[in-house]
């Protein structure tokens, strides 16, 4: 027994600690920006502008967030963090939901033109959002979604990606499972809802993951379809607080807000993290 | 527990034809196994009469109506997979009881019948574990309990001993057959294991290209095949085929005799001489292998303390005439 724990990873002595080392020179390495952001959202405007730029936090922590939170530049950041969770749960949610009902119906259904349909689906991988953006644009006023929840979600909702996802795990499902729920009277919806969702909980949590982030990180198009600052996103609104002109730029009100934007995906992250290695230890099929 | 009946049942896939009408009539309580090569149509036939396959010609009824066109669930069978088919998700006693879930049974109900089950099947205290935590015996028994608490009519098996280890799958194969004896249930049973189908069935269908060959009991197909291809399949060494013109017959007709009712003698002194090309002696009987000289290979069983030949050396086959079975060209029994 004593001999397992001379693995292949195992590393005695120096090799240890030149591992560590080169370990935690990384880290540091990738959060020094990260560091420096905090930094300067703790600080004064002035203390900003004059170098050298510091490199402890001062005391304004409590001030600046509060300031952006609350009034932000063109609208309140806590505004602009709701209309971000809207945007990024109801484009990962739904994505997972079109993804997850068209994949079922590609893989257990024969219907006239099945193969076409997977191949159209598939086809529009090779369209990204920036490359139907002014046909999108032009469908979206049109249907009065400027402005809105909406129009922020539904254009962004479809997903090739997550389909083909789907597609791949339901046919490692065996056979035999579908028809066994068969036998045991299980329509189709009811097989899908007691069987085959529960069984794709894992790749739903991963899917979720990536999703929440893809939906959370859009620029283009929550600029293009918001005019009201009232409907800004986090990720754009911290380019829309940028002056224009002779303005000076509230720098520590703006550094606050990018902490503030990180922090939701790095929650989403954390907790689904658990799901996604539960879901890799103990594999269910 | 019902009748099954099979008349003239046919399947095609596209323009091929994969089973060519069997016809069957299997009484309340009686085992009978499907048993036959790969390939040779009997999942098939198990999977339309548990409505998995859509039937192409020819009628299936169960306790004497017709089910052709019934979904799998209102044709009051149960069946048993050979990968167990287990919900991964679920804790045994789920997957025992969702069948009835779906039926709408009241929750006691639903527990009870799953403890009762369980009971006869050992699984009491697994009830609440993942069929992943369970040995591949143990979730072979979690499958029949799954099929005993819906109370079917007709338990359907395809091949559920296939997955097992040799020694579990005879313990399995006693275990199924007290079962189905004791709930008397009419079961079908598919298998490849011609051992399996001899020691499990009441009658016997012997399937070889979408055709049954012969439906019977074991011993009787055993002892009086109807074709050279039941007489090959059923019996293990298979049975020899020497040309039968060799010994008056006409040609392109084969002779079968069984091992055990061949006899070694001294060369010359028997029907044909052979040469034994290995020796293979199991304890309470030697197999002997020997080789003819048009090359034909022939297998002697005899008692393990009856005398061998050297190998390499020659020696007489000798057997009575009444043992003999005739096949024409075709395969099929001359009487």
Not at chain 1, 117 to 138: G, H, N, Q
Not at chain 2, 30 to 50: H, Q, W, Y
Request: glycine share 8%; charged share 20%.
């Amino acid at each position: 027994m004593a001999d397992r724990h001379t693995g292949m990873v195992e590393k005695r002595g120096a090799g240890l600690w030149l591992t560590h080392a080169g370990l935690i020179l990384g880290v540091l390495f990738i959060f020094f920006p990260i560091w420096l952001a905090f930094v300067a959202s703790t600080v004064t405007q002035p203390e900003i502008v004059h170098p050298p730029m510091p490199l402890l936090p001062g005391d304004q922590f409590l001030e600046n967030y509060r300031k952006a939170l609350v009034s932000g530049i063109n609208a309140p950041v806590a505004r602009m963090l709701a209309n971000s969770a809207v945007m990024a749960i109801g484009i990962a949610v739904g994505k997972i939901v079109i993804s997850i009902l068209s994949a079922f119906a590609i893989v257990y259904f024969r219907f006239p033109g099945r193969k076409l349909f997977f191949w159209l689906i598939f086809v529009t991988l090779m369209l990204p959002v920036e490359v139907r953006i002014v046909p999108t644009y032009e469908v979206a006023a049109r249907f009065d979604m400027l402005n809105s929840y909406h129009g922020l979600i539904l254009p962004l909702i479809a997903s090739a990606t997550a389909t083909f996802l789907f597609r791949q795990f339901f046919m490692t499902v065996p056979d035999e499972l579908a028809e066994a729920a068969r036998v045991d009277g299980a329509r189709p919806m009811r097989f899908f809802i007691d069987i085959l969702l529960p069984m794709s909980r894992t790749n739903m949590a991963a899917l979720f993951v990536i999703l929440f982030i893809y939906g959370w990180n859009q620029y283009l198009w929550p600029l293009l379809i918001t005019t009201d600052p009232e409907m800004n996103t986090i990720v754009m609104g911290i380019k829309q607080m940028f002056p224009s002109g002779d303005d000076i730029a509230d720098w520590p009100v703006i550094m606050a807000t990018s902490i503030l934007a990180m922090i939701p995906p790095v929650i989403v992250v954390i907790s689904m993290q658990k799901l996604f290695i539960r879901g890799l230890v103990d594999s269910e099929k | 527990m019902a009748t099954l009946t099979l008349e003239n049942v046919q399947k095609s896939f596209g323009d091929t034809k994969v089973i060519h009408g069997v016809d069957i009539d299997v009484a309340d309580g009686e085992f009978i196994v499907i048993v036959g090569p790969s390939g040779c149509g009997k999942s098939t036939l198990l999977r339309m009469v548990a409505g998995l396959e859509g039937v192409s010609g020819g009628e299936i009824r169960i306790g004497g109506k017709r089910v052709n066109e019934q979904e799998p669930m209102d044709r009051d069978i149960a069946m048993v997979f050979q990968n167990y088919a287990l919900y991964p998700h679920m804790s045994v006693a789920e997957n025992m009881g969702y069948g009835l879930k779906i039926a709408k049974t009241p929750k006691a109900e639903i527990a009870a019948r799953v403890q009762e089950a369980a009971t006869l099947l050992q699984l009491t205290p697994y009830l609440k574990r993942k069929p992943r935590e369970l040995s591949g015996g143990q979730r072979q028994r979690v499958a029949m309990g799954r099929a005993i608490v819906r109370r079917p009519s007709v338990f359907l098996f395809d091949e559920p001993l296939s997955n097992l280890d040799a020694k579990l799958r005879v313990q399995m194969r006693l275990e199924i057959k007290q079962l189905q004896r004791k709930l008397g249930v009419t079961a079908l049973y598919v298998t490849h294991d011609q051992v399996e189908a001899m020691t499990l069935a009441d009658r016997m269908i012997v399937m070889n290209a979408g055709v049954a060959d012969q439906i019977g009991a074991p011993l009787d197909v055993y002892a009086d095949p109807a074709t050279a291809f039941v007489a090959g399949f059923i019996g293990s060494p298979p049975t020899n085929f020497l040309p039968a013109a060799r010994f008056g017959g006409a040609e392109g007709e084969m002779l079968g005799i069984r091992p055990e009712h061949l006899t070694l003698g001294a060369a010359g002194a028997g029907r044909i001489d052979g040469r034994a090309v290995s020796i293979e002696p199991l304890g309470a009987e030697t197999l002997v292998h020997l080789r003819l000289e048009d090359g034909t290979a022939v297998t002697v069983r005899q008692e393990g303390t009856a005398e061998l030949p050297a190998e390499g050396a020659e020696a007489g086959l000798s057997w009575a005439t009444g043992e003999e079975m005739r096949f024409d060209d075709a395969g099929r029994r001359l009487r």
